[in-house]
């Protein structure tokens, strides 16, 4: 047991906490409609109470728990925070009380679902979205963590790299992100009427605390202070940086002015880009990370989404699962030994077999969770039916949902 | 008795202000208001999407004048909102014939209740 490696990842957790309350809850918040920014706070607030309870009476058994056999999922020998206590495991970190391990993870389990608001916000019904969520984690998010980080997962054993999350955060977030905004439909009057974001200032606040509390997500998933966690800390930080400046740049080339909004989205591509690869590839190498994240997730969201028409209202995929992928794969290429002697060498370091690993991570996970996720849909929406009535719509969510609203126009 | 309703450009508002005060005009209503004129508006871009012709903010004001008040007032609002040699989006006057005025606190009625 280390005293230095707990204190981290204790702050690490609190860190990631962050990003979803505030962080996430304003940066979704300032992008939507002002008739609607009460729903997306308080869908990342119940998020939080939901999948935290969730985590600990079940849900950490099912990701982290013994394996059952095949690799699939966790047994529930662990339900309840059974046999997670003080005592470190050795399996997942040897040096911090096996409880701390657990409440870092936990904050990531609580973000992941809390991403796919972007997807269908302005427009779903928020008993289904608690249903929806409760079921998303516990059949698409614990068994994927499971895969790829627990003891015996499949892709764990096979030898897939996934430092922070790429894979089972954001790609799996985003590709049901893409599945959700294609079943759900598009909002009233989209692309027929202007959609501006009601409140930038929040926007930006949001990704700056976003940007702040990811240094708990990646730095803190070396689960100890030491070296990794000050490489994954830099690779973080210069990856981001670099993608923030590189959409601003291009959008300047291409629309003749850098937007706020475009350096912050940029921002956001870049963190998510470099998550799963910060603890494997060098400074250098994770600034092309954040400058192609930037390159293809604008892309996706300014070209792509407009092109097939889809209707991902804050851009969940074309951030998320873009980047997250690309994030993936360049991890299969500039991961390398000399920064994480427990990682492996990517193609550019000799090991084109890494690649194929982290090419295939990008097939499996999204045929998974897009597949889950149809699933889960249609059950929910024969439950309860996903999407608030038209005229619901029309009102905001923030009255019609929640019975509230957010700004005061007289006394 | 008149009631006067000028659209001007938020950044003139002050200058108005001093203008009207200047001729002894010191009651007013003041707004922040939306519209668009000659000027047309900007284009905003938000992540790729263009966003053509959004209204302008203006500063609307309301002011109730009597007779001899007028002139000055419609002088002073002029002087006060027109940039330079006076450009696209400076705004414009409108000058209505107001029937009766009351102020609640006393209840006087007419051109006594205005000043």
């Known amino acids: 047991m280390n005293t230095g490696d707990t204190a981290w990842v204790l702050i690490s957790a609190v860190l990631v906490l962050g990003m979803t309350i505030p962080g996430l809850a304003f940066f979704y918040g300032g992008l939507v409609r002002r008739k609607n920014v009460l729903s997306i706070l308080m869908q990342c607030f119940i998020i939080v109470c939901v999948i935290s309870l969730q985590w600990v009476l079940f849900g950490y058994s099912l990701a982290f728990g013994p394996d059952t056999g095949l690799g699939i999922i966790g047994s529930l020998k662990w339900a309840g925070l059974n046999f997670v206590g003080g005592q470190p495991n050795a399996d997942y970190a040897a040096t911090i009380p096996h409880q701390v391990f657990m409440i870092f993870q936990a904050m990531f389990a ?15 019904k928020f008993s289904a979205f608690l249903i929806f969520t409760l079921l998303w984690a516990t059949l698409v998010y614990d068994p994927l963590a499971h895969w790829v980080w627990g ?18 955060v954001h790609v799996s977030s985003g590709i049901s992100a893409l599945t959700l905004a294609i079943l759900m439909g598009k909002r009233c009057g989209y692309a027929q009427q202007p959609f501006r974001p009601h409140n930038l200032p929040f926007t930006v606040l949001g990704v700056a605390l976003l940007w702040f509390g990811w240094f708990g997500f990646n730095a803190g998933s070396a689960l100890g ?56 590839v060098n400074p250098m190498n994770a600034i092309f990370i954040g400058i192609l994240a930037a390159l ?40 390398e ?12 370091f000799g090991n084109p077999h890494q690649f194929l690993i982290q090419f295939l991570l990008i097939i499996i996970a999204p045929i998974f969770a897009a597949g889950m996720t149809w699933i889960i849909f249609k059950a929910v ?18 009255l019609t949902q929640q019975s509230e609203s957010a700004y005061t126009v007289i006394e | 008795m008149k009631y006067i309703v000028a659209i001007i450009q938020p950044h003139r508002l002050d200058e ?20 668009q004129g000659r000027q047309k508006g900007f284009t905003e871009i938000y992540r790729g999407a263009k966003e053509v012709g959004g209204l302008l903010r203006k500063v609307r004001l309301d002011i109730a004048v009597n007779e001899d008040f007028v002139e000055p007032t419609i002088a002073a609002i002029n002087k006060g909102a027109r940039s330079g040699k006076g450009e696209v989006g ?18 006087e009625r007419g051109g006594i209740a205005i000043g």
């Open chain 1, 110 to 124: 609580i973000i992941t679902p809390a991403l796919i608001i972007g997807a269908f916000a302005e427009r779903m």
């Open chain 1, 151 to 168: 003891m015996g997962g499949w892709l764990r054993n096979l030898g897939a790299l996934d430092f922070a999350g790429g894979i089972v």
């Open chain 1, 225 to 280: 202070a030491n070296e990794l966690a000050a490489n994954a800390f830099v690779t973080t930080h210069v990856a981001t940086a670099a993608a923030g400046l590189t959409w601003a740049l291009i959008e300047w080339y291409h629309h003749g002015a850098p937007t706020v909004l475009g350096a912050a989205t940029g921002a956001v591509a870049g963190l998510v880009a470099i998550t799963p690869a910060c603890g494997f």
């Open chain 1, 296 to 335: 293809f997730c604008f892309i996706a969201v300014v070209l792509i989404k407009t092109k097939l028409g889809y209707d991902d209202s804050l851009d969940a995929f074309g951030v998320h699962g873009v980047g997250g992928a690309w994030g993936t794969l360049a991890t299969g290429l500039f991961a």
């Open chain 1, 337 to 348: 030994k000399a920064v994480n002697a427990a990682g492996a060498d990517g193609l550019l």
């Open chain 1, 381 to 398: 929406d024969a439950l309860v039916g996903m999407r608030v009535e038209k005229k619901d719509e029309i009102v905001g969510l923030d």
């Open chain 2, 16 to 35: 108005v202000k001093q203008a009207l005060e200047a001729v002894e005009v010191n009651l007013m209503t003041v707004s922040n208001v939306l519209g």
């Open chain 2, 90 to 107: 400076d705004g414009k006057i409108f000058v209505l014939d107001l029937a009766d005025c009351v102020r609640i606190s006393s209840g």
